[in-house]
DNA sequence: CGAAAAAATGAATACGTAACCATTCAAAGG
DNA sequence: CCTTTGAATGGTTACGTATTCATTTTTTCG
């Protein structure tokens, strides 16, 4: 590997003049300037980060904790955090949440020093939380907050949870199930409340057979869907805590032969890209923000990155419901 | 930051001490051992991966250069790429192809000493190529593969558009449409071959107008498929080359309110999961071989990472039609 | 022209770890 | 009890860069 020792040889110059020539080129004279580069070029040199981030502490490198891709959520917010660290001159090392070993997720951004972490994936009381502080690394959640205080941005959840309740029973719905995710999420508690007050102000219970919590995979999804359409008595909505759910909800039902919305509809929230697809026409509640909020969660970490603030920067994004085709009254 | 040499103070004993009980605790008696992980617990202390890094050369990361994740296809390959690689303790920087401006990509990778990298983006031609080699890092094409020889996995990408072609010659159509991605990639030049071939072989012409090229972006696919349908001799089938680009036809279709397939006929080539979801039910063409294509490329890259061979490693996986509810006789 | 100021360059060091070589320590054998 | 052997530990250096401080070279101007 070719060093810039090396270079220094080949240019008669020393290592510092070559360091010179590459952070602070004005300081040294054109002429040996030229002489580096070319050197620089003859020899395929190419500064090695690792030495560079040993000496400045700092690796010009992030990491992302995400959720699953086969969620279009998680794949839109992937791409926009990216799409903009790479302009801020940042690379992205992704990880995946993976419930129940999260420990050797985070047992490898210890030891890796990025200058800063987003994550999606945390529980509400999360014992991870703590170690995350003692790194000493800022991070930033996105979709997800933890009890503690934090940086976090996130949609109003309460209040998608509250109108897409009233959406379905402005349309007539009274039989509605649920289909989330773990409460132990910030996400699909705060949904879930929403949906749960509305109901009962209105005088309607939420009924425990009706209210299906998954893990959130198409597996899980599809042998809880079963489940539920077994039931004597069947909804004749479905509110999904996640347009990801939604989709999946939408393949039960048509590959079993239910129509939708005419036999039953359907209600998701994210307002996902795929969401739109005439596919799916899937009717959702998103927010009322042109920005992907993975990039609002990654501007907020480059923000406290560059200036360490002691105030907490939380958004919370509000949000409107996006009528489709999935949903119509009874 | 506390360091080693921390670690070693607080326990009273030598930096070499430390570096030996993490890296072979077998050498160090087990009093003084007990002694410094008692240490390395107090002061919560994580090694440096960057030092370890400019030492051993070998940062235990690879760089992964893909397609965009709303393909279907690489938010698969991309989710088994990382997968696999964490399971041999490596961690996945991720970088997005950007048709024009890849070369600050390769920079970024040239400076920060992947110890492999594994990409789908690449054109037959590629002048990126020759600077890749002078990294003198294993790299392997997953999906691609450029003229020049190198390590690579495919699927047979000729045969699926012979197998492709056929399927709708056998139905009856002889109107058939292609569209596809930029001839400059293999992926695009061998699938459209293997169609062509067919057509030509039983004396069908493909007529220019119906051969469409696209950037594989959704807003130039339904920009392309406008002008396609507004032909005054319409086609009875629609080839698309890759099942993403089938998904978005789709949607053109299915809003402009043509039925599928009872209008016209849609087919796709790789077989990704959404593909097999009710919602589209798309008839395509995927490999006979249930592992991903991203995680036999990675798989390939860990073999040459550990052992390098002189051997180009080159795997060409057979493919098969899928037949679902897209086509039909006409 | 010569002194002072400014610009350009070089030598030495630190970053945190692993590895090599040297040294100390404990155990075993006579 | 002393010697030999092997185990355990410590000192030093290298990895490739940026930075600080010292030194040399060039420029400026009286």
Redesign the interface.
């Known amino acids: ?1 070719v060093s810039s020792k090396d270079v220094a040889k080949f240019a008669g110059v020393s290592q510092t003049t070559v360091s010179r020539v590459l952070n602070a080129p004005e300081t040294v004279k054109e002429k040996t300037r030229q002489r580096v580069l070319d050197a620089i070029e003859t020899l ?1 040199y ?9 000496v400045s ?1 700092s ?1 010009r ?1 992030i990491a992302l904790v995400s959720g ?3 969620n279009p959520f998680f ?2 917010s ?2 926009a955090i ?2 903009f660290a ?1 302009l801020q ?1 940042y ?6 949440e993976d419930l129940g070993s999260n420990e ?2 985070f047992e ?1 951004l ?4 990025v200058d800063g972490m987003i994550l999606s994936s945390i529980y509400l009381e999360d014992p991870i939380f703590s170690k995350l502080s ?3 690394v800022p991070f930033v959640f996105f979709n997800r907050k933890p009890v503690e205080p934090s940086h976090f941005v996130e949609i109003d959840n309460v209040h998608a949870g509250r109108l897409g309740a009233r959406h379905l029973l402005d349309l007539g719905h009274r039989h509605i199930a649920w289909v989330g995710g773990p409460q132990t999420m910030s996400t699909f508690a705060g949904r879930y409340a929403g949906f749960r007050e509305v109901m009962n102000e209105n005088g309607y219970v939420t009924k425990p057979s009706w209210t299906v919590v998954t893990d959130t995979s198409p597996q899980h999804i599809h042998k809880q869907m079963i489940r539920l359409l077994k039931e004597k008595e069947k909804p004749t909505a479905i509110f999904a805590a996640t347009d990801s759910i939604a ?1 999946y909800v ?2 039960v039902l ?2 079993m032969g239910y129509r939708v919305p005419e036999d039953i509809s359907v209600l998701g929230i994210d307002n996902v ?1 795929w969401s739109g ?4 026409n899937l009717t959702t509640i998103g927010a009322t923000y042109p920005k992907n909020l993975g990039q609002v969660g990654v501007e907020i970490l480059f923000s406290i990155m560059e200036s360490p603030s002691e105030k907490w920067i939380q958004k919370t994004i509000p949000v409107h419901l996006i009528p489709r085709g999935t949903t119509a009254s009874i």
Chains 1, 2 share one sequence.
Do not use: E, Y
């Open positions: 590997m395929n190419h500064p090695n980060a690792i030495a560079r981030s040993l502490n690796t490198s699953p891709l086969h794949a839109d992937v791409t990216i799409q790479r001159g690379q992205v090392t992704v990880h995946f050797s997720v490898s210890a030891k890796s020093k003692r790194f000493g989709i939408l393949d048509k590959s890209t697809h005439s596919s799916f």
